[in-house]
């Protein structure tokens, strides 16, 4: 029979104007249907995580992605899985909190910062250490942006609120804390030792 007289039958389109009538796009267009659908979900604080103890806690923290560029396919297949678990555990009744952040990604950084400046005619010796770091800063605060957005062009599910950097006050304190309290325990100890090393 079909739908208003027109006919899908045995599960065929056989009238393509059908889904014009119903206002759907006869392709799919990610860059409008994603976009759009992010913002609304963002705008709704739908992955907001609050406390409440009514629900099952279930919270994954986004292995942080080095500050070294643009995320690359690894990272999207990653985020695709914790999506899938996350959207599930949601759907499921838990309380979800997908924490989100990046890491500075330390020698790895400094290697890419360091070919930077030489693609300038740059040498990071010659320009002393506190340039040099605060070179890096705001190379973090360029990159962050764009890794951030490419995961949010993903569609993940994360609390954008609860966003971290490894290097920001609250980790540098809490590892610090940490290491200081392993340490008057005893359970951690200084000592003469070899070390790998990146010479570049």
Known sequence: MGINGKGIDNG???????????????DYVPKEIEEKWHHYWENNNLFVSEVDFSKKPFTVVLPAPNITGNLHIGHAFNAVLQDVMCRYKRMKGYNVLWIP???HGGIATQNVIQKKLASLNKDKDLMGKENFINYMWEWKNQIVPVMRNQLKRLGVSCDWTKEYFTMDDIRTNAVQEAFIKLYKDKYIYKEDSIVNWCFK
């Open 12 to 26: 065929l389109v056989q009238d393509r104007r059908l889904f014009v009538d119903m206002r759907m796009e006869l």
């Open 101 to 103: 952040g990046t890491d």
